[in-house]
Each structure stands twice: as structure tokens, then as C-alpha cells.
């Protein structure tokens, strides 16, 4: 039991929850406006692969993180068109953009670095420490030498929660996810709605992929996302669709990453606590914890009618 | 009176057909003008051109005596016109304010959702549409989602209001607050476009009437001036029937036998509560009720859909309580169900394949499991013919025809089983006048030829005018049975309240 009073599992906890958060809301900007969206995997690579290219050409880990970031929003844009212009099946869609993010990373990591991989002298993210913060017992964990991107994506987490629910964009992108038709005969622009919570979503995501290559590490790998992506399609649904829910679910998965770190040597399978968060996802869409329900009009494209 | 909306000579063509071919329409201020057609006459197209949802091929729309052109719904409501679709534009999972300002949200960046439900409340005074501004819609009534309707087009500052098919969801009750509204809209000076194709609401509730069909209007009408006979012949473009002249009934023998029958349906309550009848060869057995008052569950229980808790039904003789629905359908009960493109026909199934759908297991149909086209061909042929399904196209889809079809095609599959009890419940819910004119013809030849009919219906008119026997329900339990000759609408109103037959005759002669 003593694991569970070691700070250190805590703080480990709220690092691992970052890479599932923010795609995970990054899925719930795309989904509420009614666009299914499996492609968080796909985005995240675009955006691990790009943020340590960028870092290296430009020698800035900050300009990294925003062209990674950017690389992702393009590659989710093109998904956005592909969904909402041209009213694709947004699954297979999604599938399509997993399946060529990873083909494309490994193709340019290999063409543009070699096969020493990215250098190793590629800047990376800082770390920080919240000086009063750090100092109070225990709490102290979560705030000291932390990646810069757990603070910004604390801030994300409350900036969308408030955008969402609180403001007149956010209300008319929940309507447009609900019944585009009602949207449209209000007066609203369906498809340029859409557009923006895919593309909100692509961005987000691709930060998250961003943190893996930049904020823990300074290189990129093969693969490196590892199904985070899907994980945090996961804790988008078991987090209601929302940011807060979404949120609240990475924690707890990060939960049982860290746990199976910490427990390695002590015979539990890291393997087993893997599991944890598609069971729990299984059991939410059951409504065996929780009724989870997705906007009404997730998924299905919309073609105006004139 | 200065005329607010002019349609002038309006076509719209679709892919093979003429939906709008010349319409003509003048709606004045502070009136309600209501377009009367069959289902397909054009009326929603005509709506959908006025409203921006379509553009006109040729032809011209005035307001306030200015041409106008509408590119899309936005430019229609910014130029004052509101409509009330007859499928709701609501999203149930938000409030009943959010749903109102959606679009022209009070505030900037933040939405100011207080100020938004006070502007909300403030209108609904103003209306006297009394609705909860921080209800979730889901959690409403479809009489208030309608008032939710109105009140957003109230919010976008409507000048005219149009309604789709208003009443087609709602109660009796819900139909009387909603004229209310509508008298008092109009009183505010806002004139009301009454979308119907039902003769005694129009009456009720309009100052002009407009016929349209096959695409046009044929003719403007003060209310004054109609009788139900002369817009209904208008309607449907010859002399139609409203009520049926029959022969006297001539029953023999018991079919059906319901004793004591106890029913409890899938959420535990029980709906049916001891109910004794019995409904003979060659005759309608009518069955009357407030909707929700167990008609459905003992229909459902007699066809075997849902399971029975007390009681015991014999059919010809033998014991069926506990019979399966296939079962009873191979003894000869058929069933005309209350939703028919739920649970009447597969929608994406063509005509040959819904008119086998209870039969297509059996000879001539199939044989070891496999199944031979031609018969089926033939069966379906035949069939279409019959019953004069248009069109008379056996490879067409199932959905592709409409809703007086659609039931023409269970009624020829359902009939044609030569089953020895039909039970029909609201066999012509949501058909034009002709159409039902065509079932209730049908529901008659089938009882002359001897056959037993069950006919569930919430239209007094409808239970009136064809049964033999009315059994009226209230509470799950059988109030009392009147011979259908002399019951009257006002006994069987009191009944359906719960009164007892003989007081209920009382109360019916003497007010």
C-alpha cells in the first residue's frame, strides 16, 4: 500500500493522463458538432512526428510544438472534408487517417532523418515548477518538475469546458451535433460548424501527440502513440462527452498506467491494468456505470437540402 | 384588408413530377388562411418555396407588396416569416430557451443564458404560451414542443406564421389550446398560414380557405361559404363519400371470445383490467377510448404481441391465450397494425417482398428454403390490382409510396390470408379523404362477405360510421357496449370519461 501514498504515482498519474486529455477533448470538439471521430491516432502521430521536425529545423521546441500542432489540424481537415463535403462513412474515414498517419511518419522519419532516427539534439519542451505550489506537501508532486504541457493542458481542460457550454459558438456547435436540420432551418452554417470542431479537435490532438515526442521525450519513434489514440476515444465516451468528463477519465487511466509502472517486479501484469480502460468503456456504453449517450446526430453527414 | 404574402403563378418541378404547377395564393393581414389538400397536393412544397427550404422554377413571391427572393430559410425569417415544420426543428437534448434563440443568441463571445431565458419568458407572457424556459425539450409534451416552435419564431419576430400540419400529433385537448393561440396571435396582428387536411379543424379555426391539388390551387373560399361536401369533392377533384351508406349487419356465430382478459405491458403497469367481449362473424366491433386507455395492449394481446396475465381468449372455438403470434396467424386472426411503416411493412422492401412477408416461408413461395420469384410475382400482381395500390409497380420500394397505399398494401396482404378475424387498429391515421373513403369500403365488403372485424380507432367519426358494436374503454376496463345504430357522439364522449352507459344515455339525450 505504500505505493499509493508515494507522491511520485500521483504526479506520474496527471503525466500520464496528458496525451489521453487532450485528444480525448479533441474527439469531443469533433463529436458534438456530430462528426464521429476515430482518427485522434492518425492526428497524434502527425503531430509527434512534425513537432520534433519542426523543433530540429527551426532549433525551437516551441515552434515544434506549433507546427506539429498545425500539421495535425491540416491532416484533420482533410478528414473534415472528406466527412462533412463529401459525406464519407466516418469510420472508415477515421480508419483510412490511422492507417496513413502511420505509413507517412514512418516513410519520412526514415527519408528525412535516416535510420539514426531523429538527432539527438533536438531541443525539447522545458519543464517546470509552480513555485508556491511545489512547496505544500504532497499536492506539491503534481507541480514540480512537470512538463510545461500539463500546465497548458489543465488550462485547456477549463477553456473548453467554458467554450463549449458557455458560450454562443459552443451552444451552436452542440445544436449542430444534435439535429443539423433544426441548425440549418435556424439559420446556422452546418457544414462550417463542423469544420471548426474538427479542426478544434485536430489541433488539440495533435498537441497531445506533441507531448509524447516533445514534452516527455525529444525524439520520435515508430508508432510511438501506441493506441493512445484509441485509448482516448475511450475516455471521450466514458467521459460523457465532455471536456471535464474527459478529462476525469484520462486521470483514471493514466491512473492505471502509472499503477502498472509502479507494480513492475511485483508480479501484477502491467498488461492486465492495461485492460482497465476498455473495460470500463464497455461497461459505460452498456450503462452498467453510468448512462453514456452520444449527441444524437454524431456520425451521420449532412447535406442541406435545396 | 391589405394583402401581406401574394403567390403568384408559383412552379416547381421535380424529377417527374409537377409538385407546384401554378399556385396562386393571397394570404391578408390579421387572418388565418387555411390551404387545404389531399396528402400530395402540393402544400409542403408550396410552404418549403415560401419558407427558402426550395427555389421556385418560375413564378413570384410578394410581401408587403415587394417582390422577394429567398435563397435560404435565413433570408425568410429575417424577412418576418415563421414556420412551424410539421416534424419538429428541435434538439431535445437542449433547453427549451437554448432551442428559442439558437441562431440570435443575446451576448458576444459569452452566451448570456439568463438573459436569454428572461427575453424567453417575457414572450411566452406576451403570447400566453406558458412553457418552463429551462426545461430540456426532451422532457415535454409534443403539444408544448409545438408552442417551443412558436415561440422561435415569435423570438425571430415573425410577421406571418406558417403551420404544417399542426394538429396531427396532438391530442384533442392540445388541438383546442392550440387554436386558442392561434385566435390570439391573430388578434395580436399576426396573420396565421393553416396547413391541413382535415375539413372540421379547417372549419373550426380559419377565416379563408384555399383547395390545392395535383399541384395547384384550385380555389380561394371564405369559411363562410363552405360546406364539409363541396372541400372535400374540391380536395380530392370528384364526389366523395364521407359517410358510408352500408347494409345492416348480419352476424352469426361468436369468433372471438375475451374473458376476463388481464394485460400488463413492457413497463409493468397493467392496462387492461378484466375486459369481457366477444365479436362475431360479420360484424365491425368498434373499440372507442381515449388514446392510453388500453386499446393498444388488448389488441396487442389478442394478436399475440404481448403476453396475457389473467384471463383466457378463445377464437373459433379454441383456446389461443397462450398461442404464439405465428400460431394465430395460421389459425386466421390478421392484424392491420397502428404504425404501418414500423411494424406493417419492411420500408426497403419492395412490394413483391412486403406482400409475401408473412407467407414467404410456404408453398408456393418456397420449398427446403429456398425461395422462387414468379409465384411471389403473380401474388403481388394480383394483389396491387385488387386493391388498386398506385402506383402499379411491383418493384418499387415499399417506402416509395404513400401513406393510403402504403395501407392498401397491409390490407391486401393481411385480407388476402382470408383470415376469419380482422383486426384493424387506426387503419386511416394520417390519410387524406379519398384514401379512407377506399379503406372503409374495404373494411365493409370484408364484413359482408362474413368475415369478423376488430376495428380500433381514436376518430369517433371513423368508430361511428362503420361499426356494428362499439365497446368503449376507460381505465383498461369496458365501460359498456352500444349498438352502433343509435350510439351518438356525445354518449360515447361520457363514456369514454368513464360514466356508465346509462348515464351516459341520460346525460347525452337531456344536454
Partial sequence: ?306 | MTKFLEVINLVKHFPGVKANDGVNLTVHAGEVHSILGENGAGKSTLMKLIYGLYQPDSGEIRLDGKPVHFSSPRDAIRAGIGMVHQHFMLIPALTVTDNIVLGDEPGGIRYHRSEAEARVRALSEQYRLHVDPTARVEQLSVGLQQRVEILKALYRKAKLLILDEPTALLTPQETEELFAVVKHLKEQGIPVVFISHKLDEVRAIADTITVMRAGKTVQTLPIGDATPQQLANLMVGREVVLRIDKQPANPSGVVLNVENLHVVNSARQEKVRGVSMQVRAGEIFGLAGIDGNGQTELVDAIAGLLPVAGGRIHFQDQDITHLSTAERTARGIAYVPQDRQLDGLVLDFTLTENAILRDFHKHPFSKFGVMFSQPAKAYAEKLIHLFDVRPKDITRKAGDLSGGNQQKVILAREVSREPQLLIAVQPTRGLDVGAIEGIHRQLLRLRDEGKAILLVSLELDEILSLSDRIGVLHGGRLVGVVPGETATREQLGLMMTGMSQEQATKEGTTS
Fill in chain 1, 1 to 306: 500500500m505504500s505505493i499509493l501514498t508515494n507522491p511520485q504515482l500521483w504526479a506520474s498519474t496527471l503525466a500520464m493522463a496528458v496525451p489521453l486529455a487532450l485528444p480525448a477533448i479533441g474527439g469531443t470538439f469533433s463529436e458534438r458538432t456530430g462528426v464521429v471521430n476515430i482518427a485522434m491516432e492518425g492526428i497524434m502521430l502527425m503531430g509527434a512526428f512534425f513537432g520534433v521536425s519542426f523543433a530540429y529545423w527551426t532549433h525551437s521546441a516551441w515552434l515544434g510544438a506549433i507546427g506539429g500542432m498545425l500539421m495535425g489540424g491540416l491532416l484533420s481537415a482533410v478528414f473534415a472534408w472528406a466527412a462533412i463535403r463529401l459525406a464519407a462513412d466516418q469510420v472508415v474515414l477515421g480508419m483510412a487517417i490511422n492507417i496513413f498517419a502511420a505509413g507517412l511518419t514512418t516513410f519520412l522519419l526514415d527519408t528525412v532523418f535516416g535510420y539514426g532516427g531523429t538527432p539527438p539534439d533536438t531541443p525539447q519542451l522545458p519543464t517546470w515548477s509552480i513555485p508556491g505550489l511545489s512547496h505544500i506537501p504532497f499536492v506539491g508532486a503534481f507541480f514540480t518538475n512537470q512538463s510545461v504541457l500539463v500546465y497548458i493542458m489543465l488550462i485547456l481542460v477549463g477553456l473548453s469546458h467554458w467554450f463549449l457550454f458557455h458560450t454562443r459558438l459552443g451552444l451552436r456547435m452542440r445544436a449542430v451535433g444534435e439535429n443539423p436540420l433544426a441548425a440549418d432551418t435556424a439559420g446556422l452554417n452546418v457544414w462550417r460548424l463542423r469544420y471548426t470542431g474538427v479542426i478544434i479537435g485536430g489541433l488539440l490532438s495533435a498537441l497531445g501527440g506533441v507531448y509524447l515526442s516533445l514534452g516527455i521525450l525529444n525524439s520520435f519513434d515508430v508508432n510511438m502513440t501506441n493506441g493512445r489514440g484509441y485509448i482516448a476515444l475511450a475516455a471521450m465516451i466514458f467521459g460523457k462527452w465532455t471536456p471535464l468528463g474527459s478529462f476525469g477519465a484520462s486521470l483514471l487511466f493514466g491512473f492505471a498506467t502509472a499503477l502498472g509502472i509502479a507494480l513492475q517486479g511485483n508480479g501484477i501484469s502491467a498488461n492486465l491494468l492495461g485492460m482497465l480502460p476498455y473495460v470500463l468503456t464497455i461497461l459505460a456504453l452498456a450503462g452498467l456505470v453510468g448512462r453514456s449517450k452520444p449527441p444524437a446526430a454524431d456520425g451521420i453527414p449532412y447535406t442541406p437540402q435545396r
